[in-house]
């Protein structure tokens, strides 16, 4: 109790009243074609999120606005995962992204202003060779198309990058 009181000088804001409602949709296949196990699975999110006026009053605290967005809730979002496995073969492809979202400047929040941080979409890719029970080899290619873009507004996220691995697994 007291002996961390006062610790930290982080505090939370309230924004304002909101309001958010939307649907998300997603679907999962499986199938077999010609020995080869394909999964697939897509995902949509379509959110409309408003600030509202704060109560008794018609207007939200600065630097918002009635009407804007809520923070970092894109009003579209989508993820595609698939891949096509064959004996001891698998291979996959993932991809996601959203549109632009309203965001603050990290390192003065609210007081920094407000900016419209641009949406994305990022595809990854891989395989793997399974040689024995115990052991697979497998490789991958993070950021595909070496896409510059920010998940949370300034804070760029990685480039292209490749890995090579191998996993063991130990007898139980």
């Known amino acids: 109790g007291r002996a961390f009181s006062g610790v930290s000088r982080w505090r939370t804001d309230n924004i304002s009243n909101a309001r958010a409602q939307g649907v998300e949709l997603a679907t999962t296949l499986r199938g077999r074609a010609s020995?080869?196990?394909?999964r697939g699975r897509?995902?949509?999110?379509?959110?409309?999120?408003?600030i509202l006026a704060v109560d008794g009053a018609d207007a939200a605290p600065s630097p918002f606005k009635v009407g804007d967005p809520l923070l970092n809730r894109p009003r579209h979002q989508w993820a595609l995962d698939a891949s096509v496995a064959r004996s001891t073969i698998t291979a996959w492809i993932?991809?996601?992204g959203r549109g632009r979202v309203l965001a603050v400047e990290p390192s003065y929040g609210s007081f920094g202003g407000l900016f419209d941080a641009a949406g994305y979409g990022v595809w990854s890719t891989g395989?793997?060779?399974q040689l024995s029970r115990q052991l697979?080899?497998?490789g991958r290619i993070e950021n595909l198309f070496d896409r510059e873009?920010?998940?949370v507004f300034g804070f760029p996220a990685l480039g292209r990058g490749a890995m090579v691995g191998m996993r063991v697994a130990a007898r139980r």
């Open 136 to 138: 697979e080899v497998f």
């Open 149 to 151: 873009y920010e998940e």
């Open 35 to 38: 020995g080869f196990d394909l």
């Open 94 to 96: 993932r991809g996601g």
């Open 42 to 50: 897509v995902g949509y999110t379509f959110l409309d999120s408003e």
């Open 127 to 129: 395989a793997s060779w």
